[in-house]
């Protein structure tokens, strides 16, 4: 039994159930044939219950004499049955043993219910202080949600914790998670000094969770401050990793792969980054900086001293230029015709020419990942639609070196490849049609070499 099942007061003079000096039996029924009888005394039911009082007052006609008692009948479910008669044996006793009974999170709901119907004050308090202090799990706060938005007002401080959050604190919390998200995992430790790549990766989770738009709305929207704020960490990590990127040049073999472990992280943070920038209306900023820093990344990584090393961080280095790639092929970032053009003329050689070397490094065993057939078919997609886009000439300069190239089988630009040739003698026979009537005039070429030989 509980720490009630005495059945004392406070005072230890009267007891539930002692039936020499009880004035009131209280009856609980049940549906299913469950009879129960409690010998208790008015002046410990009524001060400490309104429904008793008032059930035991001249206004009540329904009270029944029962051996020269009054008699009070209640019908029940089943299921609370156990919280009623727990709820009258903690009517006998002090307010420490009441805390003290309420050793669960169900049985502290199931007795507040019963006291929310009995009107007992003091037990509520108690059921509602208890809830509100210890922590609960999954099932007990669906519980909760489901059960104490209709006992009213007396229960709101247990539903604080649930309750929204003012636009100012998720916006503290979202840029300090923001922060933890993009510091090297080296920089965050726990009290006891361990590293917590844990919580790095517990924030960036979280972030991206803030910012879902799933079955309900995102957390917050992006506003000004927030996309300020945003950026400022953006070009931090970036400027970072292209400082760190370059610093491999001039560290020893023996040193590569601490080296390459503080690059690696940078890298897959930019990816991780790429991921938010768009639900943030921040894309165009990686776009941006990458179409400008694509020519310096590019000849760190081709290096001599590079050439045959870093191979997880050069395809991750593909995987981000991937993703840039295809927000500029599929139109989700705009940019001019000569970033675009710059765009493919520096990625399409490199990637054309590392993947066949991470190919071989997976091959031989040498590393564990490799350009896998989803991300070779986005590059691929995302090439075909830049090329498509860009002005006649220069998708003519792009195809005719990848024709020249050994590497034609990828990116496989044949798409590309016949959609000019389809445009190309279509838009000479416009040309010529519109010519018609002109008489002698000089094709314009608009800048393109030998466009009509």
């Given at each position: ?22 004035d009131v ?7 299913d ?29 329904t ?5 020269s ?20 044996r ?15 999170v ?8 019963v ?25 007990e ?13 007396n ?48 924030a ?8 879902a ?38 560290i020893?073999?023996?040193?590569h792969?601490?080296f ?42 081709q290096s ?43 990625w ?12 071989s ?24 639609s ?13 195809l ?13 630009l ?7 040739c ?32």
């Open positions: 039994m509980d720490n009630v099942s005495q059945d004392k007061s406070v005072e230890g003079s009267i007891n539930l159930g002692e039936r020499a000096t009880s039996v209280v009856r609980l029924r049940t549906g044939g469950r009879d129960e009888w409690f010998y208790c005394h008015s002046q410990v039911l009524c001060p400490k219950s309104k429904y008793f009082a008032a059930r035991l007052s001249d206004d009540w006609p009270c029944h004499l029962l051996d008692r009054n008699c009070i009948e209640l019908v029940l479910p089943e299921s609370e049955v156990d919280y009623y008669v727990t709820l009258l903690l009517l006998y006793v002090g307010d420490v043993l009441i805390m003290d009974a309420l050793h669960s169900k049985k502290a709901l199931g007795i507040l219910k006291a929310m119907k009995l009107e007992c004050d003091d037990i509520v308090a108690n059921c509602v202080q208890y809830l509100e202090a210890v922590p609960w799990e999954e099932t706060e669906e519980e909760i949600l489901k059960t104490l938005p209709s006992l009213g007002p229960v709101l401080p247990v539903l604080a914790r649930l309750q929204p959050v003012d636009a100012d604190s998720v916006r503290n919390v979202f840029i300090s998670a923001l922060r933890v998200a993009t510091t090297s995992a080296e920089k965050c430790f726990a009290f006891d000094g361990s590293s917590t790549r844990d919580l790095k990766v517990s960036q989770e979280q972030v991206e969770y803030m910012l738009e799933d079955d309900d709305a995102p957390l917050l929207v992006a506003d000004d401050y927030m996309k300020s704020e945003f950026k400022t960490y953006f070009f931090e990590l970036f400027e970072s990793f292209k400082s760190e990127l370059s610093s491999l040049l001039s020893e073999a023996i040193e792969e601490i390459e472990d503080a690059v690696l992280e940078k890298v897959s943070d930019l990816l991780w980054v790429s991921r938010i920038l768009p639900k943030v209306g921040l894309l165009n900023e990686l776009v941006s900086i990458w179409s400008q820093s694509s020519t310096d990344l590019i000849s760190v990584l001599s001293k590079l050439s045959a090393v870093f191979w997880d961080t050069k395809l991750k280095v593909v995987e981000l230029a991937s993703k840039v790639l295809d927000a500029v092929g599929f139109g989700t970032s705009i940019i001019p015709a000569d970033q675009r053009t710059h765009l493919v003329k520096s399409l050689p490199y990637i054309r020419d590392i993947k066949p070397l991470l190919d490094q997976f091959s031989d065993g040498k590393t564990t990942l490799t350009m896998d057939a989803e991300l070779c078919q986005n590059i691929e997609s995302a090439f075909v830049l090329i498509l886009a860009l002005p006649s000439c220069e998708q003519a300069d792009i005719a070196d990848w024709l020249q190239t050994e590497q034609t089988r990828y990116p496989d044949t798409e590309a490849f016949e959609v000019w389809f445009r190309s003698k279509a838009a000479r026979r416009r040309l010529s049609s519109e010519l018609n009537g002109l008489g002698n005039v000089t094709l314009p070429t608009s800048g393109c070499k030998n466009l009509f030989v």
